[in-house]
């Protein structure tokens, strides 16, 4: 499978710097790598012949934030079309049986998540900013920025298909969209196998300011050590 380019010309999201201070950084082609990735994996489940029909596929929404200090965020990604372009890319490959909704929301914390009963893969400003203020001091900073985040992309993207598509799955769910996501990216090109490191680094991120408590023993994901 051919690589994409890495970055996009003109194309930039707004993330926060370690400051607090609004940097607009070069993003890379995040919608095509996701999509090239997802034909990969789901070839032999989705029909890529047949096209998404009404009330089919993906499709985009932005929720506009109540914290002021996500406003120039929701608006540089609703303005670039970020979503659009995902579900566009998505649609062209994968044919669905109903209508999943890809969402950018304020969620009250860091997080990513597939909604089973809304059928929807909801990021959240949180997460945006919080992996922007970890890898702020990094010298290859946007690299693995969007590295990252296209790793949680994947593995949410993930759960949406097995849902969605009925796939069967062996063991815990969240291992299965680990081993998706992770699978998805390591293509064979060396920018597979960085954005699998980038998000090497933020599950080190994570751990070194957790505190481990005996309710993760029972947690839907596994212990990250």
């Given at each position: 499978m051919s690589r994409k380019p890495w970055y996009v010309p003109g194309?930039?999201?707004m993330v926060l710097n370690e400051g607090l201070e609004?940097?607009?950084?070069?993003?890379?082609?995040?919608?095509?790598?996701?999509?090239?990735?997802?034909?990969?994996?789901?070839?032999?489940?989705?029909?890529?012949?047949?096209?998404?029909?009404?009330?089919k596929g993906f499709v985009a929404s932005y929720e506009a934030p109540e914290s002021p200090e996500y406003n120039e965020l929701y608006e540089t990604l609703k303005g670039?079309?970020?979503?659009?372009n995902?579900?566009?890319?998505?649609?062209?490959?994968?044919?669905?049986?109903?209508?999943?909704?890809?969402?950018?929301?304020?969620?009250?914390?860091?997080?990513?998540?597939?909604?089973?009963?809304?059928?929807?893969?909801?990021?959240c400003y949180e997460i945006l900013v919080d992996l922007a203020q970890k890898f702020a001091g990094l010298e290859d900073y946007e690299k693995v920025f969007s590295g990252a985040f296209t790793?949680?992309?994947?593995?949410?993207?993930g759960h949406a298909l097995i849902h969605v598509l009925d796939l069967p799955i062996t063991g815990k769910e969240e291992d299965v969209a680990d081993e998706?996501?992770?699978m998805a990216l390591l293509d064979g090109s060396d920018e597979g196998s960085e954005m699998v490191e980038s998000a090497a680094v933020w599950f080190l991120a994570n751990f070194e300011k957790k505190k481990v408590s005996k309710t993760v023993y029972a947690d839907s994901h596994v212990l990250n050590v």
């Open positions: 194309y930039v999201v609004m940097k607009s950084i070069g993003c890379p082609n995040i919608a095509k790598i996701v999509a090239a990735c997802i034909a990969f994996l789901v070839a032999a489940c989705a029909m890529a012949d047949e096209s998404n029909g009404p009330g670039e079309r970020f979503l659009e995902l579900a566009g890319e998505l649609n062209n490959i994968v044919a669905l049986p109903t209508k999943v909704t890809l969402v950018v929301s304020e969620c009250g914390q860091v997080n990513a998540f597939y909604s089973a009963e809304y059928q929807s893969v909801v990021v790793w949680i992309l994947m593995h949410e993207l998706f996501a992770t």
